[in-house]
């Protein structure tokens, strides 16, 4: 069954400091295709992963440098679901 929520929140493991504020969660929004586009623009997998995050939770590109590694994991996979890939164990 595909999920069709509209956005979804994932808990931060680390909070970060964004704008003078404290982030807790990420609210990630569905993927749309000009976020495709953009992230096909960007040279590296992990610039990839950058900006996709960043779009998509509409956060500046520098929140992802502040982002706990279990984060960007956990932030991957919620993106994966929504462009309807799994990654492999």
Known sequence: MTDI???IRHPLVE???LEGREVTEAVLR???GKDIRGMDRQESDID???YIIC???GW???AFDLLDAEDIDGL???IEGFM???KRA
């Open 84 to 86: 309807g890939r799994r």
């Open 55 to 57: 779009q998509l939770a």
């Open 30 to 32: 569905r993927i749309k």
């Open 5 to 7: 929520r509209k956005q």
């Open 76 to 78: 991957g996979k919620i």
């Open 60 to 62: 500046p590109p520098e």
């Open 48 to 50: 990839k992963t950058a």
């Open 15 to 17: 909070s970060i400091s």
